[in-house]
């Protein structure tokens, strides 16, 4: 099973397609290092992310405390605080690192409402790499706003000697956000293409899966179904800074308990978890995130091993790449039927602005979106 923990709703990052940082949680109210400690071992891959982690001043400890936990670690931070996870990588080097980065230079900072957060990305993941961190990159939303970055962000990676995840726009109760729509759902998805066919011409096994992990970006940019069923609630588990445990951060139906109150083995064996379940195996949200696309690509029985489906494309198309042929994605996708774009709905900047926050205490109910589909 793979888990993401979010330590915090706070957040200085002002994104357009996130308004995490619009409804910031108390500190005093965050889920603890006692809770944590309920968690049991041996996750394939647990995720560290908020909000912004580095708010946390006690990070450092909650990283000592998960770091055994999970076959693989990750902190994804905004990459504005490389003071804060310095000293973590000084100690664990091998722990999992992801800068959030939409574009080169000031489109960057105008998606993601920084100041100077291009070149503090830069310089700190430099940082990192020069202090021993060896599985460091950036992260990047794809979306209208930055689909004609998307290659130079690639090449960046690239030439820094470090990695590239991508995700694209969702909605999803943990966003705060019901209105993360393409403009034009054709033109981003056919640049994500070229994403795919450099990753497979590389001979790194992991960019190869990332190529069919894009090929999933690509059905859901079109609002197409996904490639894999969704398997949240047995493969992927998500806890909120409220202790709360949920199958996913998108359907808040799917809460399954809580870590401060009950025990692990009464959250995912009891009754709820099994009722939860079956809602999952019914959804008809249109998700494809690297959380719950990446547990449904693994073999369930061999979680090192990708399922039949996933490797019979990864090295068909990699044989293709290698003889110099171009993938005819045609061949996979629908390019007939696309979903409607919304043309009209641009999403908002923050760079620079002063905007009320909502403060969220642990009283009141945390997610006051009302019914959403993604799309």
């Not at 290092?33 to 995720?47: G, I, Q, V």
């Not at 990332?210 to 398997?231: F, P, Q, S, V």
Request: aromatic share 8%; with cysteine; charged share 25%.
């Amino acid at each position: 099973m793979d888990i993401s923990i979010i330590l915090t709703y706070r957040c200085d990052s002002k994104c357009s397609m996130c308004y995490i940082w619009k409804n910031p949680t108390l500190p005093n109210e965050e889920v603890t290092l006692k809770t944590l400690e309920k968690l049991p071992n041996h996750f394939d891959n647990l995720n560290i992310t908020g909000g912004e982690p580095t708010a946390r001043t006690d990070l450092a400890d909650i990283v000592d405390l998960l770091y055994p936990k999970g076959k693989i670690t990750e902190i994804s931070t905004n990459g504005l605080h490389t003071d804060k996870v310095l000293p973590i990588i000084k100690k664990h080097p091998n722990i999992k690192v992801r800068y959030s980065l939409e574009a080169i230079g000031e489109k960057n900072n105008l998606i993601r409402g920084e100041e100077n957060g291009f070149e503090k990305k830069l310089e700190g993941l430099k940082t990192l790499k020069e202090n021993g961190g060896t599985d460091l990159g950036f992260a990047t939303v794809i979306q209208d706003d930055n689909i004609d970055e998307l290659m130079n962000i690639y090449r960046l990676s690239r030439d820094m000697g470090v990695e590239m995840a991508t995700s694209t726009l969702h909605n999803a109760f943990q966003f705060h956000k019901s209105d993360n729509y393409f403009y034009e759902r054709k033109k981003v998805a056919k640049e994500v293409e070229k994403l795919i066919q450099a990753l497979l011409k590389t001979s790194s096994v992991k960019n190869w899966f990332r190529a069919y992990l894009n090929l999933g970006l690509i059905e859901k940019i079109l609002g197409h179904d996904r490639l894999i069923t969704c398997t949240a609630a047995s493969d992927f588990i998500f806890v909120d800074p409220w202790s709360d445990v949920y199958a996913c951060n998108v359907r808040p139906d799917l809460l399954m308990g809580n870590l401060e109150k009950q025990s692990w083995d009464e959250i995912v064996h009891g009754k709820k978890a099994d009722e939860i379940r079956s809602k999952v195996a019914q959804c008809t949200q249109n998700c494809w995130m690297v959380t719950t696309a990446r547990t449904a690509m693994r073999n369930p029985a061999l979680t090192f091993l990708p399922k039949l489906g996933p490797l019979g494309w990864v090295m068909l198309n990699k044989l293709k790449v290698t003889l110099g042929k171009n993938i005819c994605f045609e061949n996979y996708i629908d390019y007939e039927k696309i979903e409607p774009s919304n043309k009209e709905a641009k999403r908002e900047f923050y760079l620079g602005t002063t905007t009320k926050r909502n403060i969220q205490s642990k009283t009141e109910k945390h997610y006051k979106m009302g019914d959403f589909f993604n799309r």
